[in-house]
C-alpha cells in the first residue's frame, strides 16, 4: 500500500494539472452518497465521512475530524486523512494526507470556475481571507490564469502581511490592502475564504464586471456577500445539490425569496465541459461561482495523486 504525506500529495497536484483533470474527471460517472456526521464524545467535536467511487475501478473515502477544543491547547482544529480502496478487490491501495488534498483540490476547482467565468482581460486578483486556503487559493488563480497583480485582505494586517510575504517568495506580485471598498474597486476576479459569520462583501462594493468566487461559507447559517447580490449576478455551483442544502448567500437568498433555485445556471461539472466565455453573457455581469466542496473532487485529485505513484 502507498502512502503519500502533504508534500508528496502536493508534488503530484500542479495546478493546471489538476484543474485539467477536475474538469475532465467530472464528465465521467462518479457516485457519491451523502456524507456521515458523527458524533463520538457527544459533544461539539465531530467525524464527517465522505465516499465516492466509480465503479471496478477506486472507491475513495475522506475522513474529517473536527476537534473545536484543539485550539486553546495550540492544536490544529481539523484534520483529515484520505483512503483508495480497489473496487477489483476490496483491498485498500493508498493513504493520503486528506487537508492537502483538500485545499488543492478546492483551489484548483475555484481557478477552473474563474477560468470559465471571469472576463478574458482579468489582471488582478482580490484574495479575501488569510486562513489555510488563502495560499493555495492564489497560486491555483495565477497558475491558470494571466494575473499581474494579487492584493490580500483580512481583518489580520498582520495575517494579510504573512501571506503576501509567503506569495512574494514564490514569486508572485503580491500587497496588502486594508480598504475592502477600494479592494473590490480594483479586482477583476475575487476570491473569498474565510469564517465569516455575517456578510461582509457588499453589494454595491462589487463592480460590474467581477467574477467573485464564494469558498468560505460552506453552513447555510455563514456568509461572505450579501445576499442580495445573489439577485443581481449570474449563480453558479460547484455541486447545486449540495449549495442548495447548504450554500451560505445562496441558500439565504432563496430563503429570502431573492432567488429561486433556478438561478443556479449550472455546476461545475456543466462549467468544465464548455469553453472559456460561454456562460458569461456581457462583459458587464457580475458572475458569482459558490463552492462548498464535494466527495467527487476528492476522488479525481486522489487518482491522479496515486497515478503517480511511480
Not at 87 to 94: F, I, K, L, Q, Y
Not at 148 to 174: C, E, F, P, T
Not at 235 to 241: E, I, P, Q
Not at 254 to 275: S, Y
Amino acid at each position: 500500500m502507498h502512502h503519500f504525506d502533504s508534500k508528496a500529495v502536493e508534488k503530484a497536484l500542479p495546478y493546471p494539472l489538476l484543474a485539467n483533470a477536475l474538469a475532465q474527471g467530472l464528465q465521467q460517472a462518479i457516485e457519491a452518497p451523502p456524507r456521515s456526521h458523527l458524533t463520538p464524545n457527544h459533544d461539539a467535536s465531530c467525524v464527517l465521512i465522505m465516499p465516492a467511487w466509480r465503479p471496478h475501478q477506486l472507491m475513495g473515502v475522506k475522513l474529517v475530524s473536527v476537534w473545536p477544543g484543539n485550539n486553546a491547547k495550540g492544536e490544529s482544529a481539523v484534520s483529515g486523512v484520505y483512503v483508495l480502496i480497489s473496487c477489483d478487490n476490496g483491498h485498500p491501495v493508498a493513504v493520503l494526507d486528506g487537508t492537502a488534498l483538500t485545499l488543492r483540490r478546492t483551489a484548483a476547482a475555484a481557478a477552473l470556475a474563474a477560468r470559465r467565468l471571469a472576463r478574458q482581460n482579468s489582471r488582478t486578483l482580490a484574495m479575501l481571507g488569510t486562513g489555510a486556503l488563502s495560499v493555495p487559493l492564489v497560486q491555483a488563480h495565477v497558475e491558470v490564469m494571466p494575473f499581474d497583480n494579487v492584493l490580500v485582505w483580512g481583518r489580520q494586517a498582520s495575517k494579510a502581511h504573512a501571506v503576501v510575504a509567503q506569495l512574494q517568495q514564490q514569486g508572485i506580485a503580491a500587497s496588502v490592502a486594508t480598504d475592502l471598498e477600494q479592494t473590490l474597486a480594483q479586482a477583476d476576479v475575487v476570491a473569498a475564504a474565510t469564517t465569516a459569520t455575517e456578510a461582509f462583501i457588499r453589494t454595491d462594493w462589487v463592480r460590474p464586471g467581477t467574477h467573485l468566487g464564494l469558498i468560505g461559507a460552506f453552513t447555510a447559517q455563514m456568509a461572505e456577500a450579501e445576499p442580495a447580490l445573489m439577485a443581481q449576478a449570474q449563480v453558479f455551483a460547484d455541486s447545486r445539490s449540495a449549495v442548495l442544502e447548504k450554500g451560505g448567500e445562496v441558500f439565504q437568498a432563496i430563503q429570502q425569496g431573492l432567488i429561486a433555485p433556478a438561478a443556479i445556471q449550472a455546476e461545475l461539472a456543466e462549467l468544465a465541459a464548455q469553453p472559456e466565455g460561454h456562460w458569461r453573457r456581457d462583459a458587464q455581469d457580475i458572475t458569482v461561482f459558490k463552492s462548498v466542496g464535494f466527495a467527487s473532487l476528492d476522488l479525481i485529485a486522489a487518482e491522479l495523486v496515486y497515478s503517480a505513484k511511480a
